[in-house]
Nanobody
């Protein structure tokens, strides 16, 4: 059974930090690029950061460059999002996504999301 379980969300003051985790199971994690998306109330789902299978390359949305860092540990089947300098506009539900090719097929998996609220 494929699972992506996000954790680490919560309420934080502006300027604060949070570290999100996404624990994967049920598929070959090291074969998948991992991406964090977020969706604010009333808005679409936007890409935040992505990391390649080996972790050798990353990409960030302009709005989070220099503040957020994506990383992964393929020994723990987990991807992380370190968020520093949080702003109210970072408030959203954050989702973990896995995209890759395994066993001759292409697969796209999503987690259930974790709420991040930045407010004083």
């Amino acid at each position: 059974q494929v699972q992506l379980v996000e954790s680490g969300g919560g309420l934080v003051q502006p300027g604060g930090s949070l570290r999100l985790s996404c624990a994967a199971s049920g598929f070959a994690f090291s074969l998948y690029a991992m991406t964090w998306y977020r969706q604010a109330p009333g808005k679409g789902r936007d890409l935040v950061a992505t990391i390649t299978c080996t972790g050798g390359s990353t990409h960030y949305a302009d709005s989070v460059k220099g503040r957020f860092t994506i990383s992964r540990d393929n020994t723990k089947n987990t991807v992380y999002l370190q968020m520093n300098g949080l702003k109210p506009e970072d408030t959203a539900v954050y989702y973990c996504n896995a995209l890759g090719v395994e066993g001759g097929g292409a697969y796209d998996y999503w987690g259930q999301g974790t709420q991040v609220t930045v407010s004083s």
